[in-house]
Structure formats: structure tokens, C-alpha cells
């Protein structure tokens, strides 16, 4: 389970991918994650979690259920990666703390995952004290941790209340004053080197991606290096089916893409995605030579 993407997506690639199966959010149901530690089923499948995996009752092109085992995270493993110390903005509880905190320490916790617990803070407000209870039923993470507490910064969301940049343009082309509703593909795609990946991104040609051979390769690039569950089939959320590369080359200048980056490939997403949209520019870089001197 990875600690940095929501659980129900992580839990899905990893079906997905130790399957080669292609199964979308929409064409199943969780049971609630039942710990197993201590019994002969965590002794045989060294693992600490069943969840039953069922198919969707409407809508799903599957049948059936399956007993999936995997690990949830334990909290008290997180003072580990950032230590036992946690800033917060000024609140009183931790549903109001999970934007500030998600966007400082990178996590991606959601109100389905913790105990709503109170802030206590010394009377000065400056300093304090955080337990952090994971939810019976949540998909990722077991056990509790207690935190300090040290008084932050406000997140960016918390502190600006104008979402909307008037006179300006989104690098999908949109003026500033149009409320997006969906994740702009030029910014999410904008951190990711796919450098490792060049030869067989050198292959792709323009042209729309329909169901087969090349679309699962494309598929199978993206997701590793990104940590999204992009899938080979029209599905509202990251479906790369009907997807159009508009170019393959040499980077150029009036491209949203970094500089740094000698070759980008311009992946025109569908109208049927509907969670991101616009343009995925995929850079990348010849590798270095090790033998070059």
C-alpha cells in the first residue's frame, strides 16, 4: 500500500497489475477491510488485510467476488519517514487540518481513512498534541500514532478564497476566470522525466489511440512513473481510449514542458475522460552513457 495516493486507487492498480486485468473503480465494491494479524491467514499469505472485492450490482462488465489479501500501513510507521512532529494551521480538528496537512507532507489521506480526532493544544497555541486513529474499515491504514504538534502555515487552500485568475490564461488555454472542473493535463503531467522509458516512447506515431497492442503499452509507461491508474478503455476517470498523440519529437519551445527535456509526446486526452483534461505532454531525455567521459 503506498502512502502517497489515495488507498482505494493504490488498491486497485495492484489488482490490476498482478492480474493484467483492466478493472475501473466503477466495476466493484469493498467489503470492509478485515484484519487478519495474529491468525493462520496472515501466517500463509504474510499479509494483514482480507477485503472481499465484488462486482458492482449495476453497471459492471464483471461478476463474481474475490478474497483479496494485502498490508495496510500502520500510522506509527509515519514519525519513521517525517519524524514525530507535525505543523498544522490554527484548528480544533482534524477533518479541517487533512488539506494543510496532505499538501505539506504529501500525503493523501481522506476522512474515510481517520477518527475525526481534536487538536489539543497548549494554551499558548503554539504547540500541542495530535493522535492519529485509523478507521476500522479503512482500505489503507491500521493502528494510531500520537504527533507533536507545532503551529504551522496556513495551507494555500485554506488561505486563498479568489480560485480564479482574471486577465489570465490556464496552460490548457482557458482564461483565468473559468472555474475548471477537471485536473489540467499540462500541470499534472509537467513534474513527470519518462527518460527511462525513451526507446519505447520513441516508437509511438501521431495518430488516435484505439483499443489494442500500442494503447496498453502506453498504458503500462504512464502508470509506473506517474502513480495514477490510467486504464486502456473509455472510463470517465483516466481512460486513454480515443486518446490522439499529436506529436512525437523533439521538444519545442511553444510547448507548456520544461526545457530541460529533449523530446516530448503530445497525448490529446478524449472527451469521455473526464476527471483531467486537455493535453498530457510526456518528456523525456536520451539516457545518460555511462562509458561517456
Do not use: C, H
Not at 465484488?54 to 474475490?66: Q, R
Not at 504529501?106 to 485509523?134: K, M, Q, V, Y
Not at 498504458?219 to 481512460?239: D, K, Q, R
Amino acid at each position: 500500500m503506498a502512502i502517497y495516493q489515495p488507498s482505494k486507487d493504490v488498491l486497485l492498480a495492484a489488482i490490476n497489475a498482478q492480474n493484467s486485468l483492466t478493472i475501473k473503480a466503477t466495476d466493484i465494491i469493498y467489503s470492509a477491510p478485515k484484519d487478519i494479524r495474529g491468525t493462520d491467514q496472515e501466517t500463509t499469505t504474510q499479509r494483514n488485510t482480507l477485503v472481499k472485492v465484488s462486482a458492482a450490482p449495476v453497471g459492471s462488465t464483471w461478476t463474481g467476488k474475490k478474497n483479496v489479501f494485502y498490508n495496510r500501513l500502520k500510522l506509527s510507521d509515519l514519525t519513521t519517514l517525517i519524524g514525530d512532529t507535525l505543523q498544522v494551521g490554527s484548528v480544533d480538528k482534524l477533518y479541517d487540518a487533512l488539506v494543510g496537512l496532505n499538501n505539506r507532507y504529501g500525503f493523501a489521506f481522506e476522512e474515510a481513512d481517520l477518527e475525526n480526532s481534536d487538536l489539543e493544544w497548549e494554551p499558548d497555541g503554539r504547540t500541542g498534541s495530535l493522535e492519529l486513529i485509523a478507521k476500522a474499515d479503512s482500505l489503507g491504514w491500521i493502528g494510531m500514532v500520537t504527533f507533536k504538534l507545532a503551529k504551522g502555515d496556513e495551507s494555500l487552500q485554506s488561505a486563498v478564497t479568489v480560485t480564479t485568475l482574471n486577465g489570465l490564461k490556464y496552460p490548457n488555454g482557458d482564461m483565468g476566470s473559468v472555474a475548471q472542473t477537471a485536473t489540467i493535463a499540462e500541470i499534472y503531467s509537467y513534474p513527470f522525466d519518462f527518460t527511462t522509458q525513451r526507446d519505447a516512447l520513441l516508437a509511438f506515431e501521431p495518430g488516435v489511440l484505439s483499443a489494442g497492442t500500442t494503447l496498453n503499452n502506453l498504458v503500462g509507461i504512464l502508470n509506473p512513473i506517474t502513480g495514477t491508474t490510467w486504464v486502456a478503455s473509455n472510463a470517465a476517470s483516466w481512460g486513454l481510449l480515443g486518446a490522439e498523440i499529436t506529436y512525437n519529437g523533439l521538444n519545442k519551445a511553444e510547448f507548456p514542458t520544461n526545457s530541460k527535456y529533449k523530446y516530448a509526446m503530445a497525448i490529446k486526452l478524449p472527451a469521455t475522460t473526464t476527471n483531467i483534461k486537455g493535453t498530457l505532454y510526456v518528456q523525456y531525455n536520451d539516457p545518460d552513457d555511462p562509458n561517456e567521459v
